[in-house]
């Protein structure tokens, strides 16, 4: 009875947020229908999907080798495939993690908390990459705009900040529990780094999507560094467990950002992630013929 309340204060939030984009000109669904008279630029972005869906497994498949589970790429791929499908209609960004949790364990029988704690790892180097694009996209802008001073103070937040971290680590070095669980997650040094690039580039790629759609399909001629920051602010918004797959929200954040920070006005901004969600469910809907199979197995 308390899950049936609580899904359906969630269903009603999303229905008033969905009420607000409407009723302020933030979205319409009318204009959709422009979908298939872009087939170029949509087989287009189908493409970036695939590769930011190739380089999502790459990254976990790597995070698997260094945890010594045996599973080749191509079954990491099905299983980052499929979930990509069901992250559509799971609460959050995330949602998806849990069938990935299954998958994993059901792949590799041995130490079964192991293998779910890849898919941690996995997403904290996702993080890192958001985070990265985020800040490159903010420090652009403030480039652009002349804030040598806010850019300054940025700077040097950044820089105070890597050397707290530093510090931070350095003293946890000698804390017996933290080095074990770094030596049970397998994270290396060269895992870090690889696996930050890797997000970085598989960010980049949604970043270029949104991109993309926006001044190329509905010609709102955004710029570029204001699109990557208001993707990066709605994917940190639509990974709160509230909506499926974050739809409502990230959307609202997208809008709230281009209003407020970057006062730009145009009607229907919101269409732009509605759009990108449409691409996103065509690419993923042959991953139904793997989940299947998997559940014949």
């Known amino acids: 009875m308390k899950n049936k309340i609580i899904n359906l204060i969630k269903f009603s939030f999303i229905i008033l947020i969905f009420y607000y984009l409407s009723k302020n000109n933030h979205i319409n669904f009318a204009s959709l229908l422009s979908f298939t008279e872009n087939k170029l630029l949509n087989i287009t972005l189908l493409i970036i999907v695939f590769i930011t869906l190739l380089l999502g497994s790459l990254r976990w498949f790597v995070i698997l080798r260094y945890s010594k589970i045996k599973i080749t790429f191509v079954e990491t791929f099905k299983i980052i495939y499929i979930c990509s499908f069901f992250n559509n209609f799971m609460f959050g960004n995330i949602g998806g993690d849990f069938l ?48 040598y001073k806010i850019l300054i103070y940025v700077l040097a937040i950044l820089c105070i900040s890597m050397l707290l971290i530093l510090i931070i680590v350095n003293l946890f070095k000698k804390n017996t529990k933290l080095v074990n669980l770094i030596n049970f997650l397998n994270l290396s040094k060269k895992l870090i780094i690889f696996g930050s690039l890797i997000s970085i580039l598989l960010f980049f790629t949604v970043h270029s999507s949104i991109f993309f759609i926006s001044n190329y399909i509905f010609d709102f001629q955004i710029n570029l560094s204001y699109v990557f920051f208001s993707s990066f602010i709605s994917s940190l918004v639509g990974a709160i467990p509230i909506a499926p797959g974050g739809i409502g929200l990230s959307e609202a954040a997208f809008v709230l950002i281009n209003n407020s920070l970057f006062k730009i006005y145009q009607d229907n901004l919101a269409n732009i992630l509605i759009y990108y969600r449409i691409i996103i469910f065509v690419a993923s809907l042959p991953s139904l013929y793997f989940f299947f199979r998997y559940k014949r197995n």
């Open 100 to 147: 990935r949790i299954f998958y994993v364990t059901k792949l590799s029988q041995v130490n079964k908390i192991k293998n779910a704690f890849t898919i941690f790892v996995d997403r904290l180097f996702g993080f890192i990459g958001l985070l990265s694009l985020g800040l490159f996209s903010y420090l652009a802008i403030l480039f652009g705009r002349n804030e």
